[in-house]
């Protein structure tokens, strides 16, 4: 078994009022992804994804299209040296 990955993300775009964090942490699951979703003050939505190396890269193609009601125009992505560890993946405030 491989080692996990952890990327943070800020989305920008139409990504807010667009269902975009419960797709996402829908999308977590089918990933078998932990970590956190959350709308940012600045209409952009901020993300950490961790998971196994090829569920992550899916999860990133995954974010970088967004469900079908948003509009993704770009995604800061960073990865993180340190992963967390998460058990599940939340949808905060």
């Known amino acids: ?4 990955v952890q990327y943070h ?3 920008h775009g139409r990504v807010q009022g667009v269902f975009f964090r419960a797709e996402t942490a829908k999308a ?6 932990t970590g956190w979703v959350r709308n940012l003050t ?3 939505v901020e993300a ?9 890269q899916q999860m990133i193609q995954w974010i970088e299209t967004g ?3 948003a ?4 995604v800061q992505w960073e ?15």
Not at 1 to 4: G, I, P, Q, R, T
Not at 71 to 74: E, K, N, P, R, T
């Open 71 to 74: 509009s993704v125009a770009d």
């Open 1 to 4: 078994m491989s080692d996990k």
């Open 9 to 11: 993300a800020i989305v």
């Open 48 to 56: 950490v994804i961790e998971g196994e190396e090829e569920n992550v």
């Open 79 to 93: 990865k993180n040296l340190s992963p967390s560890g998460f058990t599940d993946f939340k949808i905060t405030r």
């Open 28 to 33: 977590a699951g089918k990933f078998n992804i």
């Open 67 to 69: 469900p079908p009601l």
């Open 42 to 44: 600045d209409g952009s």
